[in-house]
């Protein structure tokens, strides 16, 4: 089992940066590939980035490519999304979530455990 807490979210105008942080507990947090998808009002949920658990591998959907980076701290426990040149069409619920095995780490139907979510907004 692993617990997931996101936190980090906010009101941000144009432009501006969130960090995101989602600490873990419960389990071996490194052995875990951990994703960042979001989700806004109306819409489905959707992929952001992704890290793998040991070599740090890392995917981003184009719409963030060049603006999100992901992050880990196997040692704290913590996965960070840092977000920069934020658009208000990046104004969602953002999701931390972890899964064990798989490749397909843009689908949210491959990982077990999320967090409750956290609320960005940006303004125009």
């Known amino acids: 089992q692993v617990q997931l807490v996101e936190s980090g979210g906010g009101l941000v105008q144009a432009g501006g940066s969130l960090r995101l942080s989602c600490a873990a507990s419960g389990s071996t947090f490194s052995r875990y590939t951990m994703g960042w998808f979001r989700q806004a009002p109306g819409k489905e949920r959707e992929f952001v980035a992704a890290?793998?658990?040991?070599?740090?591998?890392?995917r981003y959907a184009d719409s963030v490519k060049g603006r999100f980076t992901i992050s880990r701290d196997n040692a704290k426990n913590t996965v960070y999304l840092q977000m920069n040149s934020l658009k208000p069409e990046d104004t969602a619920v953002y999701f931390c979530?972890?899964?064990?095995?798989?490749?397909?780490?843009?689908?949210?139907?491959?990982?077990?455990?999320w967090g409750q979510g956290t609320q960005v907004t940006v303004s125009s």
């Open positions: 890290i793998n658990w040991n070599i740090g591998i890392t």
């Open positions: 979530a972890a899964t064990l095995g798989g490749s397909r780490w843009s689908f949210p139907k491959e990982y077990d455990y």
